[in-house]
């Protein structure tokens, strides 16, 4: 069949979106080249943070940077992972609980060790503590996308697996083909939120103080947390825009057009009758206008055909080759499950020889501490459901006034809400609050979004055939709710609640304990007992109290959260 071109396109046009592209890779490039200078540059503990405007967009560029290199590792971490647990069931009984384990682990749990070490292998340049700083990142977004594309890999149909086994598809083939565009809504939404929960921290881990050590890395989270230890309410303006214009151009520019293109693997018989991809953006119809795009994506296209077409050898061949890859694979699976069960049990013997040194008293405190955060947690987890629940509904049977929302949307997602934790603290307090049920709102700013979003892409995956049996029967009101929508997202709603008290139990880390001006405003909890231990340099407090976190968020997962996800998997799984 003859291939059918696009319609030229006059020449003035042309050009202009050529100029377009040469000028997006250009800056990409142009950047790329600062933030390779600044991971190169001299070791620099407690680099002078400039308040002035000026320094933003530079200090822009490097969060960002920090911030998709930690994504792409976060990627690829996540499919190979999740592609792992879900093949291999030997290595699923330590994989699961281990992403549990450390999904429950809050982020200055990894800071202390994790810098200090990076540091002293990297003791000439700033490498260290960015690819420390990235670390951190990463630990705020991977979780939440392993556990998702693991419940997609879960949802596949066996028909489509069927086919696949029937056709011959390699690994490859089968992620591409069958896994990714099953997975792809949930993966876009959740890799969203995933980023949201990075950017929640970014004024620790660009500004992180260990006792009397101070590590710091010019970046938009350092900017702001100099600008509130100052007390400079311009600078902390500045900062806002600063962050606002970086998450909108994020979301027009690469967010908004993958949840279009996921939209296109809605498992729907319709083919997609009823779907709504937004139209087609400007920006979308300046690269098309340009040659150099159109060879930029032939290029890929042709390079991930060849990668598709790749087929097995003939059967006389595979006989022997595949069952002599066979051992050296499960040889190589066993060989990283050891490392890993090493380094863990190395990990704890350490972590026993620091919590030994408490007494009862610390015990004690750690005992109260645990019991208020848990009240906290639970009560915001309740709330954020009340409200993400009907408005992911509502966002994802609706694409259209999604389209109009979805900025909005993600840039209340993204914002980096301890940045401006000191305002709603002054708010608090002056309508007669205190911290100690202030504190459940602020852990709701890190927590809601994992809900909503998973929500989102549990109803908006819903197919046509579904819908429209609904409608038929008419259901409205309770009956609706209770036999259509609510066990269509069920699956969406209980990975949301998974990855949404994890993010809970950690944001009580900067909600319970926040740094206003030159004061430290903070209230009994386990979030207050651990940033307090950081700040001291008390390492068996900062031990004891991130294990009790860790056992507390997988105690739960395991009796509580895990069993909702199988009777969900199990009963409201489409096909």
């Not at 915001?380 to 694409?399: E, K, M, Q, Y």
């Amino acid at each position: 069949m003859a291939r059918i071109e696009p319609n030229p396109t006059p020449r003035h046009q042309s050009l202009w979106s050529d100029l377009l592209v040469i000028a997006l890779f250009g800056s990409i490039l142009l950047g790329a080249l600062h933030v390779e200078q600044e991971w190169r540059a001299p070791l620099r503990t407690s680099a002078p943070i400039d308040l002035s405007p000026s320094v933003l967009p530079l200090y822009a560029l490097y969060s960002l940077a920090r911030s998709w290199i930690a994504y792409a590792l976060s990627l690829v971490f996540t499919i190979l992972v999740a592609s792992w647990a879900y093949y291999d069931p030997r290595a699923r009984r330590i994989i699961l609980p281990a992403l549990d384990v450390l999904q429950s682990i809050p982020v200055l749990g990894f800071l202390p060790g994790l810098v200090l070490a990076l540091v002293r292998i990297f003791p000439n340049s700033n490498t260290g503590l960015e690819l420390a700083c990235v670390i951190m990142i990463l630990t705020g977004q991977v979780w939440n996308m392993a556990f998702s594309y693991y419940d997609s890999l879960q949802g596949v149909p066996a028909e489509h697996r069927n086919l696949a086994r029937l056709y011959d598809f390699s690994p490859w083939q089968r992620f591409w083909r069958v896994e990714l565009p099953f997975g792809a809504q949930s993966l876009v939404y959740n890799s969203m939120v995933s980023m949201a929960g990075g950017w929640f921290f970014l004024s620790i881990t660009e500004a992180f103080r260990l006792g009397d050590q101070d590590f710091r890395l010019p970046g938009i989270g350092s900017y702001m947390s100099e600008a509130v230890a100052r007390g400079n309410v311009p600078a902390q303006l500045y900062g806002v825009v600063a962050m606002a214009v970086v998450i909108i151009t994020v979301d027009r520019l690469v967010w908004w057009p993958l949840v279009r293109w996921a939209r296109r693997f809605n498992l729907d018989d319709f083919a997609g009758a009823s779907s709504d991809t937004g139209g087609t953006g400007r920006l979308s119809l300046w690269l098309e206008r340009s040659a150099a795009w159109r060879r930029i994506t032939l290029t890929g296209a042709k390079i991930t055909d060849a990668l598709l077409r790749r087929r097995h050898a003939p059967h006389s061949r595979s006989a022997t080759k595949p069952q002599s890859r066979r051992p050296f694979r499960t040889w190589l699976g066993h060989a990283a499950l050891g490392g890993l069960i090493l380094v863990a049990g190395y990990a704890l013997v350490r972590l026993g020889l620091l919590i030994i040194r408490l007494d009862a008293g610390d015990w004690h405190d750690i005992a109260l501490a645990t019991g208020c955060t848990s009240l906290r947690v639970f009560t915001a987890l309740a709330l954020s459901v009340l409200w993400t629940v009907p408005a992911g509904v509502w966002l994802g049977l609706h694409p259209s006034l999604s389209n109009r929302l979805q900025p909005l949307i993600q840039f209340a997602a993204s914002f980096p809400a301890p940045m401006v934790y000191p305002w709603i603290l002054a708010l608090v307090i002056a309508v007669g609050g205190t911290l100690s049920w202030g504190a459940i709102p602020l852990i709701m700013l890190g927590t809601q979004w994992y809900i909503l979003f998973n929500v989102a892409s549990a109803a908006s995956a819903i197919p046509n055939d579904i819908r429209s049996c609904a409608a038929l029967l008419n259901l409205s009101g309770m009956r609706r709710w209770t036999r259509y929508l609510l066990p269509a997202i069920a699956p969406g709603l209980v990975t949301g609640c998974i990855t949404a008290a994890g993010g809970a139990w950690n944001a009580t880390i900067v909600s319970e304990y926040i740094h206003s001006g030159t004061e430290i405003v903070r209230t009994t909890g386990l979030g207050a007992y651990i940033s307090h231990a950081t700040d001291a340099g008390d390492y068996p407090q900062l031990a004891a109290g991130v294990i009790v976190m860790a056992v507390i968020v997988v105690v739960v997962n395991r009796f509580v959260w895990k069993k909702l996800q199988t009777l969900a998997n199990e009963r409201c799984r489409f096909g």
